[in-house]
């Protein structure tokens, strides 16, 4: 029998709330280069806010979503962080159906959450390069007048990005990601094919 971790619906939620700027940010289509980081997520945030209204259907808004994932993020990345020191133990068939499975895991945890910021607008605060990253500092705030701090981590240049974490309050979704992953499998006898089985499961319910 597969268990669920008692605090996987508290991560879906945590998941959707710290990373859904994500979606606000880029909109289908969008063009996405720009002269500089700053202005790169200050233009597709704008955008992003203004496509993505409370009218759509959910099923355009997590589509909308999954393309984002598999264009703009750095999905390799992510899932290798994410799966940590259990890769060793995925067969190559079942390193495949990770990668198919935790994007859209991700996408439908996300789109759970689109009406809590709508309607939102973004400021960019300042960037600084770490290493191969550059971190882009923002700030949105909602209709209500909440304001939530959003630090984006993107790899490449000449207007030309990656996404490869994004942090919120100082919590990295990546590691996130991985902590819940480390959760599930050593909850189901340490076995990597847990893992499958419960984002499978996941998915699911969240459809």
């Excluded at 859904?20 to 969008?30: I, Q, S, Y």
Aim: no cysteine; charged share 25%.
């Amino acid at each position: 029998m597969i268990t669920l971790s008692p605090i996987a619906s508290r991560f879906r939620a945590s998941v959707a709330a710290g990373a859904l700027a994500l979606l606000l940010a880029w909109p289908a289509g969008a063009a996405r280069a720009a002269a500089d980081p700053g202005a790169f997520i200050s233009t597709v945030s704008t955008e992003g806010i203004a496509a993505l209204g409370t009218s759509l259907p959910s099923r355009e808004r997590f589509a909308r979503l999954d393309r984002l994932l598999h264009d703009d993020f750095d999905i390799s990345g992510i899932g290798d962080f994410a799966m940590g020191r259990y890769r060793r133990m995925a067969t190559a068939q079942e390193e495949q159906e990770f990668f198919k499975v935790y994007p859209e895991f991700t996408a439908r945890a996300l789109s759970l959450r689109l009406d809590d910021f709508s309607g939102a607008s973004v400021r960019v605060l300042g960037n600084a390069v770490d290493g191969d990253e550059t971190i882009v500092n923002t700030e949105i705030t909602r209709r209500d007048g909440n304001r939530v701090r959003f630090d984006w981590y993107l790899t490449g240049s000449n207007g030309h990005y990656k996404i490869t974490d994004i942090s919120v309050g100082g919590v990295s979704m990546r590691l996130a990601l991985r902590n819940q992953f480390a959760s599930w499998i050593e909850n189901n006898g340490g076995r990597f094919d847990a893992l499958l089985v419960v984002l499978r499961q996941e998915v699911a319910a969240l459809n």
